[in-house]
């Protein structure tokens, strides 16, 4: 071996590289390199774990919520959200249980209003409501048929005139001629 090889011996086997015990070989910046990609590699890896246990954390939140559980409860359960079920079979009972949502069934205190919904319309306004919601339908008759219909009809109309007409016929108060 020359003294410019720089440890380089073809016969050595290429997967005994970085291996403990052994004496390391090739140039220092290869050996650094190394070290350096070995770094980052443990250093994903941690990140990855990091967000693996964040991610598993996250569906046993949602789980607990949607059995109407303290998410916080996530905290003490160390399973997988798979065995969720059956841990809180045995500790379902000593956990923290959310409040009843208002409007979500289940509530025996609750009532439906009676009546009209309340207006935000002021007294001497609701009379003028009144009459132009009663001018706005005068003389517009409502749609017939449906979306697939009213195309289809319209597309099929031969002449100005037939498309104004289906138009008209449909509610349109615009002058099509």
Not at 44 to 58: C, G, M
């Amino acid at each position: 071996m020359s003294e410019y090889s720089f440890g380089y011996d073809p016969s050595d086997d290429p997967s005994d590289l970085g291996e403990a015990g052994q004496q390391p070989q090739g140039p220092k910046w290869f050996r650094e390199g190394l070290d350096k990609l070995s770094g980052q590699v443990q250093e994903l890896k941690a990140e990855n774990d990091r967000l693996k246990s964040a991610q598993v954390k996250t569906q046993v939140e949602d789980a607990l919520k949607a059995k109407g559980y303290a998410p916080a409860a996530a905290g003490l359960y160390t399973g997988t959200p798979d065995k969720l079920d059956d841990w809180l079979t045995a500790n379902g009972g000593a956990l923290a249980k959310l409040p009843p949502v208002p409007g979500e069934g289940g509530g025996a205190g609750e009532q439906a209003p009676q009546g009209p919904p309340a207006t935000t319309v002021p007294a001497d306004g609701q009379e003028a409501m009144q009459r132009m919601a009663e001018q706005g339908t005068q003389g517009v008759a409502p749609p017939q048929g449906t979306d697939a219909e009213i195309a289809a009809a319209l597309k099929a109309a031969q002449t100005p005139e037939q498309f104004a007409e289906i138009m008209r016929s449909h509610g349109s108060q615009y002058n099509w001629s």
